[in-house]
T-cell receptor, first 116, second 115 residues
Framework: AQTVTQSQPEMSVQEAETVTLSCTYD???????LFWYKQPPSRQMILVIR??????QNATENRFSVNFQKAAKSFSLKISDSQLGDAAMYFC?????????????FGKGTKLSVKP | KAGVTQTPRYLIKTRGQQVTLSCSPI?????VSWYQQTPGQGLQFLFE???????NKGNFPGRFSGRQFSNSRSEMNVSTLELGDSALYLC??????????????FGNGTRLTVT
């Protein structure tokens, strides 16, 4: 069975600085998807970024980028120029390539605080 | 376009009672998934429905059940509530569960407290 581990329960960053959130996963599959979701106090999970395992290029979405290391089974999220609105819980998630879109395996999350 | 709507937002029930939570997906979305979120276990997949059929099920006891209607709206039911069922229940919808380009859209969740 696949597992997702986020080893940092809490992180803090100064506004305008850069922060990296860690995620490792365990799988025997060769094709899969990885995601980072953000959950602000409103509780709604918002997709931040997505990475297909067969793509070597790291995904980027504006200030958000990932460092995908397939051999190491590592998938970290880098937030550049941190803003107060980035404060939230961040969850790393895994989905099998042939699996259903709705069936994600989540890590326990990292609470990110942004200091003004 | 309205997002995923979950009702109610908050719910307080007593042990032994049953509860029904509702989820209306984004218009045009045919797949609905449910997750339980607790501080200890994190986010855990409950089940997924597509075209009124349960497509996948997580590792939860039979007290947890769900269904989907012809308009894609979904309900989940928990019978004989236990204290450990206290959690945030999240619903998510997508166009097609088998599509790789159909991301999940989540609702704001229903906070269930069992006393």
């Amino acid at each position: 069975a696949q597992t997702v581990t986020q080893s940092q329960p809490e992180m803090s960053v100064q506004e305008a600085e850069t922060v990296t959130l860690s995620c490792t996963y365990d799988t025997s599959e060769s094709d899969y998807y990885l995601f980072w979701y953000k959950q602000p106090p409103s509780r709604q999970m918002i997709l931040v970024i997505r990475q297909e395992a067969y793509k070597q290029q790291n995904a980027t979405e504006n200030r958000f980028s990932v460092n995908f290391q397939k051999a190491a089974k590592s998938f970290s999220l880098k937030i550049s120029d941190s803003q107060l609105g980035d404060a939230a819980m961040y969850f790393c998630a895994y989905r099998s390539y042939g699996g259903s879109q709705g069936n994600l395996i989540f890590g326990k999350g990292t609470k990110l605080s942004v200091k003004p | 376009k309205a997002g995923v709507t979950q009702t109610p937002r908050y719910l307080i029930k007593t042990r032994g009672q049953q509860v029904t939570l509702s989820c209306s997906p984004i218009s045009g979305h045919r797949s609905v998934s449910w997750y339980q979120q607790t501080p200890g276990q994190g986010l855990q997949f409950l089940f997924e429905y597509f075209s009124e059929t349960q497509r996948n099920k997580g590792n939860f006891p039979g007290r947890f059940s769900g269904r989907q209607f012809s308009n894609s709206r979904s309900e989940m039911n928990v019978s004989t509530l236990e204290l450990g069922d206290s959690a945030l229940y999240l619903c998510a919808s997508s166009l097609d569960p088998g599509s790789n380009n159909s991301p999940l859209h989540f609702g704001n969740g229903t906070r269930l407290t069992v006393t």
